[in-house]
C-alpha cells in the first residue's frame, strides 16, 4: 500500500513500513522497519536542509515514484526500490532481489532472497539483523554491464586499496581503523549508511550489502550528482562542516611517545627556538597523569603546569595534552563515576574493558552527563590554565577484547549503537569549548563515525608499523577518509611503532614519510622510536617508557637538512593551506583529493591512486618505496604542469612522464590552466 505524507512517500506491506523522503536538493532519506512505529534517531543526520520544491510524487496501483530535483525513486507495489537519475534516466542503486513475490519481474527468482531482510537477535528484544541488498552491478536491460563502477570513501581501513569495487569491510572501530559508512560512486551517486550498528559492507562485483549485527531500523541517505564536488558538498551539507581550522593548525606539530618531564618538553622547545625551526605545537603524551581517569598533570613529573603553558605561550606554541576515556578502579573518580552511572558496562563477565596499566572501563561518552563529567576535569585541570587543545586518543573505544556484543551505552548495546561511540567523545570536548565562547575548534581523534567532523575532529591513522607497506597503506586511508566527509586528517609520521633513528633503512623511510607529511592537511611527527630510554621515576606513569629522541636533529645531518627543507615549504604554503581549511569549512571539500576529484573528466583520473591532489593546485606524487630514485607520474588532461623542485619544462596533461626523486625530493607538480 502506497501513501504520502507531505515529502514522504510511505509504502507497507505486512509488518514493513518503508519511508523515503527528501533529505536536501537532490537527496533522499530512505529507512524500513518492522516496528510499530519508525525510529526516531538521525544519527549522522542534521536537519533536513532546505529542499527547492516539494517532491513530486505519483502512485499508481503498480507503483510509486518520488522525484527531488535529480533524484527519483521508484517502488514497486512489491516493494523493490531502484533509485535512478532524474535527468538521465540512469539507474543508480537497484535493489537485490530473487524472489517469487512479483513474477512480472525480470528478475524473478526461486531463490527466496530478499533486498531488505529483517532476521530477529535472538533476546534482542526489538532489535534485528539488518541484511540490505543492492545489485553489483546495473545493466540497460540488455545485458550489457556498461562502465565498471568504482566505489570510494567509507572511513580507514589499514589496506593499499584505492576503488574500493569488491572490498569486504568490517563497519566497526577498531585501533587504526575508523568506519565512516559514506561511499562515492563513480556512477553519480553518494550513499551514507546511516546506521551506528556494528556490521559488515560487502561492495561485491555480483551483490552489494550492508548489514546491521542489531537494529531497529533500516536507514540510508543518497544523493544524485553529476560530478564528485557535488556529491561530497551535498554530503556535507547533510551531516556536517568542521569548524575553521585555527592558525596553529596550519604548521608543524612535535610529538613523541612520550615526554617524561616538564623539563624535558620544554627542552624540546626551547631548542626549536633556538635552531629557528617553525614549530606551531607541541604534544605531552599519555600517562602524565597519576592514574587513568584522574585527567590532571601527575606533580610528580609536571611540578608547574602552569608556568610551562605560560613559556610556551611567549615562545608561540600551542599545548596538547593527551585525554584517555578509562578509569582505573583505583583512581579517585571511580566511585562517583560508578554510582552516577558514567562508565560502559558489560553483559557478562568482569566489568573490564581494558587492561593497559591498569583495570580499566571507559568512560560512556553516548550519555551526556559523562560528557560534562569528563568536561568539567579537563576544564578545572587543563583548560583553567590555558591549554585549548586536547588530544583524545583511544577513542574507538579500544578494547582488550573487542567482543562488541558484551558492551553497553546509554544510547543501547554496543553492537546497535557503538560506532556514534567516537563522534560523542568529540562532542564532549567540542561542547566544551564551544560554552567557553571558542569557534575555532580542533582536537586530535584516533578515530570517527560520520558526523565526527561538525565538532572539530582531526582524525589520525592510529597506532600503524613504521614500514613501507604502512606508508602506502595510509595514502590510501587520507583519500578515502577526505572523500567519506573528514577533511581533517594526519599520521604519525615515520609510523608509530619502532623504527629506530640511527638505521640507515629507517631514515629513508622517515624521510619519505616526512616529505609526504608536509603535503598533508597537518603536519605532525609522532612516534615510539626504538631503543626505549631508561625508566624516569618510580610512580604514576613511569613505567610506560620513553622512546627514543624522535625531534627532527635526531635523524643525522642530512636528515635534518631535508626536513628543515620541507618545514620552509609549508610554511611558504600557509596561505594557500588556509584557503584549502577555509574550503573544508564552508563546503566540506577536502584538503587530500584524489585526481578524479578535480578532474572528472579523465578516466584515468578514477584509477590512478598513489597521486593525489593537495588542494587544487599541488599534483603530489608520494615516494612509497625505498630505493626508488624515479618514479612515473600522470598528470592529468586539462591542465599544464611544472615541477615544484628539480627543474624542468613546463608538461602538457594527459600523459605519463617520469619524474626524477633523490632522496632529498619528492615529486611535486603545480597546476596551471591549459
Same mark, same amino acid.
Given at each position: 500500500?502506497?501513501?504520502?505524507?507531505?515529502?514522504?512517500?510511505?509504502?507497507?506491506?505486512?509488518?514493513?513500513?518503508?519511508?523515503?523522503?527528501?533529505?536536501?536538493?537532490?537527496?533522499?532519506?530512505?529507512?524500513?522497519?518492522?516496528?510499530?512505529? !519508525?525510529?526516531?534517531?538521525?544519527?549522522?543526520?542534521?536537519?533536513?536542509?532546505?529542499?527547492?520544491?516539494?517532491?513530486?510524487?505519483?502512485?499508481?496501483?503498480?507503483?510509486?515514484?518520488?522525484?527531488?530535483?535529480?533524484?527519483?525513486?521508484?517502488?514497486?507495489?512489491?516493494?523493490?526500490?531502484?533509485?535512478?537519475?532524474?535527468?538521465?534516466?540512469?539507474?543508480?542503486? /537497484?535493489?537485490?532481489?530473487?524472489? &517469487?513475490?512479483?513474477?512480472?519481474?525480470?528478475?524473478?527468482?526461486?531463490?527466496?532472497?530478499?533486498?531488505?531482510?529483517?532476521?530477529?537477535?535472538?533476546?534482542?528484544?526489538?532489535?534485528?539483523?539488518?541484511?540490505?541488498?543492492?545489485?553489483?552491478?546495473?545493466?540497460?536491460?540488455?545485458?550489457?554491464?556498461?562502465?565498471?563502477? &568504482?566505489?570510494?570513501?567509507?572511513?580507514?581501513?589499514?589496506?593499499?586499496?584505492?576503488?574500493?569495487?569488491?572490498?569486504?569491510?568490517?563497519?566497526?572501530?577498531?585501533?587504526?581503523?575508523?568506519?565512516?559508512?559514506?561511499?562515492?560512486?563513480?556512477?553519480?551517486?553518494?550513499?551514507?549508511?546511516?546506521?551506528?550498528?556494528?556490521?559488515?559492507?560487502?561492495?561485491?562485483?555480483?551483490?552489494?550489502?550492508?548489514?546491521?549485527?542489531?537494529?531497529?531500523?533500516?536507514?540510508?541517505?543518497?544523493?544524485?550528482?553529476?560530478?564528485?564536488?557535488?556529491?561530497?558538498?551535498?554530503?556535507?551539507?547533510?551531516?556536517?562542516?568542521?569548524?575553521?581550522?585555527?592558525?596553529?593548525?596550519?604548521?608543524?606539530?612535535?610529538?613523541?611517545?612520550?615526554?617524561?618531564?616538564?623539563? /624535558?618538553?620544554?627542552?624540546?622547545? &626551547?631548542?626549536?627556538?633556538?635552531?629557528?625551526?617553525?614549530?606551531?605545537?607541541?604534544?605531552?603524551?599519555?600517562?602524565?597523569?597519576?592514574?587513568?581517569?584522574?585527567?590532571?598533570?601527575?606533580?610528580?613529573?609536571?611540578?608547574?603546569?602552569?608556568?610551562?603553558?605560560?613559556?610556551?605561550?611567549?615562545?608561540?606554541?600551542?599545548?596538547?595534552?593527551?585525554?584517555?576515556?578509562?578509569?582505573?578502579?583505583?583512581?579517585?573518580?571511580?566511585? /562517583?563515576?560508578?554510582?552516577?552511572?558514567?562508565?560502559? &558496562?558489560?553483559?557478562?563477565?568482569?566489568?573490564?574493558? !581494558?587492561?593497559?596499566?591498569?583495570?580499566?572501563?571507559?568512560?560512556?561518552?553516548?550519555?551526556?552527563?559523562?560528557?560534562?563529567?569528563?568536561?568539567?576535569?579537563?576544564?578545572?585541570?587543563?583548560?583553567?590554565?590555558?591549554?585549548?587543545?586536547?588530544?583524545?586518543?583511544?577513542?574507538?573505544?579500544?578494547?582488550?577484547?573487542?567482543?562488541?556484543?558484551?558492551?553497553?551505552?546509554?544510547?543501547?548495546?554496543?553492537?546497535?549503537?557503538?560506532?556514534?561511540?567516537?563522534?560523542?567523545?568529540?562532542?564532549?570536548?567540542?561542547?566544551?569549548?564551544?560554552?567557553?565562547?571558542?569557534?575555532?575548534?580542533?582536537?586530535?581523534?584516533?578515530?570517527?563515525?560520520?558526523?565526527?567532523?561538525?565538532?572539530?575532529?582531526?582524525?589520525?591513522?592510529?597506532?600503524?608499523?613504521?614500514?613501507?607497506?604502512?606508508?602506502?597503506?595510509?595514502?590510501?586511508?587520507?583519500?578515502?577518509?577526505?572523500?567519506?566527509?573528514?577533511?581533517?586528517?594526519?599520521?604519525?609520521?615515520?609510523?608509530?611503532?619502532?623504527?629506530?633513528?640511527?638505521?640507515?633503512?629507517?631514515?629513508?623511510?622517515?624521510?619519505?614519510?616526512?616529505?609526504?607529511?608536509?603535503?598533508?592537511?597537518?603536519?605532525?611527527?609522532?612516534?615510539?622510536?626504538?631503543?626505549?630510554?631508561?625508566?624516569?621515576?618510580?610512580?604514576?606513569?613511569?613505567?610506560?617508557?620513553?622512546?627514543?629522541?624522535?625531534?627532527?636533529?635526531?635523524?643525522?645531518?642530512?636528515?635534518?637538512?631535508?626536513?628543515?627543507?620541507?618545514?620552509?615549504?609549508?610554511?611558504?604554503?600557509?596561505?594557500?593551506?588556509?584557503?584549502?581549511?577555509?574550503?573544508?569549512?564552508?563546503?566540506?571539500?577536502?584538503?587530500?583529493?584524489?585526481?578524479?576529484?578535480?578532474?572528472?573528466?579523465?578516466?584515468?583520473?578514477?584509477?590512478?591512486?598513489?597521486?593525489?591532489?593537495?588542494?587544487?593546485?599541488?599534483?603530489?606524487?608520494?615516494?612509497?618505496?625505498?630505493?626508488?630514485?624515479?618514479?612515473?607520474?600522470?598528470?592529468?588532461?586539462?591542465?599544464?604542469?611544472?615541477?615544484?623542485?628539480?627543474?624542468?619544462?613546463?608538461?602538457?596533461?594527459?600523459?605519463?612522464?617520469?619524474?626524477?626523486?633523490?632522496? /632529498?625530493?619528492?615529486?611535486?607538480?603545480?597546476?596551471?590552466?591549459?
Amino acid at each position: 500500500m502506497f501513501t504520502k505524507q507531505d515529502n514522504r512517500l510511505i509504502y507497507s506491506y505486512d509488518a514493513e513500513k518503508l519511508w523515503i523522503e527528501t533529505w536536501g536538493p537532490d537527496a533522499l532519506r530512505i529507512r524500513a522497519t518492522q516496528l510499530s512505529a !519508525m525510529p526516531s534517531e538521525d544519527w549522522a543526520l542534521l536537519s533536513p536542509a532546505p529542499t527547492p520544491s516539494d517532491p513530486d510524487i505519483t502512485i499508481t496501483t503498480a507503483s510509486a515514484t518520488l522525484t527531488n530535483g535529480n533524484i527519483t525513486a521508484t517502488v514497486t507495489a512489491r516493494g523493490k526500490l531502484t533509485i535512478s537519475n532524474a535527468r538521465t534516466g540512469a539507474v543508480l542503486l /537497484e535493489e537485490y532481489a530473487r524472489h &517469487r513475490l512479483d513474477v512480472q519481474d525480470p528478475k524473478c527468482s526461486a531463490l527466496n532472497v530478499t533486498a531488505r531482510e529483517f532476521k530477529p537477535v535472538p533476546r534482542g528484544g526489538d532489535a534485528h539483523h539488518l541484511t540490505v541488498r543492492f545489485e553489483g552491478r546495473v545493466d540497460d536491460g540488455s545485458g550489457s554491464e556498461g562502465e565498471k563502477e &568504482r566505489l570510494f570513501g567509507m572511513g580507514q581501513y589499514q589496506q593499499p586499496l584505492f576503488d574500493l569495487k569488491g572490498a569486504d569491510l568490517e563497519l566497526a572501530h577498531r585501533n587504526s581503523q575508523a568506519s565512516v559508512p559514506f561511499l562515492l560512486s563513480s556512477r553519480g551517486y553518494g550513499l551514507l549508511w546511516n546506521n551506528p550498528a556494528v556490521g559488515r559492507a560487502v561492495l561485491g562485483t555480483n551483490v552489494t550489502t550492508f548489514e546491521a549485527y542489531s537494529t531497529r531500523a533500516m536507514d540510508y541517505w543518497v544523493v544524485a550528482g553529476d560530478a564528485p564536488a557535488d556529491i561530497v558538498h551535498a554530503y556535507a551539507a547533510a551531516t556536517g562542516t568542521v569548524p575553521r581550522m585555527p592558525e596553529f593548525g596550519l604548521g608543524f606539530w612535535q610529538c613523541k611517545l612520550r615526554y617524561q618531564t616538564q623539563e /624535558e618538553l620544554l627542552g624540546v622547545a &626551547r631548542e626549536y627556538r633556538q635552531r629557528g625551526l617553525p614549530l606551531d605545537l607541541i604534544v605531552i603524551d599519555y600517562f602524565h597523569w597519576p592514574l587513568q581517569g584522574e585527567w590532571k598533570f601527575d606533580p610528580t613529573y609536571w611540578p608547574h603546569p602552569d608556568a610551562m603553558v605560560r613559556e610556551l605561550k611567549e615562545m608561540g606554541i600551542e599545548l596538547m595534552v593527551s585525554i584517555w576515556p578509562t578509569v582505573d578502579k583505583r583512581s579517585e573518580n571511580w566511585d /562517583e563515576m560508578v554510582e552516577r552511572g558514567l562508565l560502559v &558496562r558489560v553483559d557478562r563477565g568482569l566489568r573490564t574493558t !581494558m587492561d593497559f596499566q591498569g583495570d580499566t572501563v571507559h568512560f560512556d561518552a553516548t550519555n551526556p552527563e559523562a560528557r560534562e563529567y569528563v568536561w568539567a576535569k579537563a576544564r578545572q585541570n587543563y583548560y583553567a590554565k590555558g591549554i585549548r587543545v586536547f588530544w583524545l586518543d583511544e577513542a574507538e573505544p579500544e578494547y582488550s577484547v573487542y567482543d562488541f556484543d558484551n558492551y553497553r551505552y546509554h544510547s543501547g548495546s554496543d553492537l546497535s549503537t557503538g560506532n556514534i561511540y567516537p563522534a560523542e567523545y568529540s562532542r564532549a570536548f567540542y561542547e566544551g569549548l564551544r560554552r567557553e565562547r571558542h569557534d575555532d575548534i580542533v582536537n586530535l581523534v584516533r578515530c570517527a563515525w560520520a558526523g565526527s567532523q561538525r565538532y572539530g575532529a582531526l582524525v589520525w591513522s592510529g597506532d600503524i608499523a613504521s614500514s613501507w607497506p604502512s606508508l602506502r597503506n595510509q595514502l590510501a586511508a587520507g583519500l578515502h577518509m577526505g572523500i567519506a566527509g573528514l577533511p581533517w586528517w594526519t599520521t604519525d609520521i615515520g609510523g608509530f611503532h619502532g623504527g629506530d633513528p640511527r638505521d640507515d633503512a629507517f631514515r629513508e623511510l622517515f624521510v619519505r614519510w616526512f616529505q609526504w607529511g608536509a603535503f598533508c592537511p597537518v603536519f605532525r611527527l609522532h612516534g615510539d622510536r626504538e631503543p626505549h630510554q631508561p625508566q624516569h621515576g618510580t610512580t604514576g606513569g613511569a613505567t610506560c617508557l620513553s622512546g627514543a629522541p624522535n625531534e627532527v636533529w635526531s635523524y643525522g645531518p642530512e636528515v635534518y637538512d631535508i626536513c628543515k627543507k620541507y618545514m620552509t615549504i609549508r610554511e611558504e604554503m600557509r596561505p594557500y593551506i588556509r584557503d584549502l581549511m577555509e574550503q573544508a569549512h564552508q563546503r566540506g571539500t577536502p584538503v587530500m583529493r584524489p585526481l578524479f576529484f578535480e578532474f572528472p573528466g579523465d578516466t584515468r583520473c578514477w584509477e590512478t591512486g598513489e597521486q593525489y591532489m593537495f588542494g587544487d593546485k599541488y599534483l603530489v606524487c608520494p615516494v612509497m618505496r625505498p630505493g626508488v630514485s624515479k618514479l612515473k607520474a600522470y598528470l592529468p588532461a586539462g591542465a599544464r604542469w611544472t615541477p615544484l623542485e628539480g627543474g624542468g619544462a613546463e608538461f602538457e596533461g594527459g600523459q605519463v612522464v617520469e619524474a626524477d626523486c633523490p632522496i /632529498e625530493y619528492m615529486p611535486v607538480f603545480v597546476r596551471s590552466s591549459a
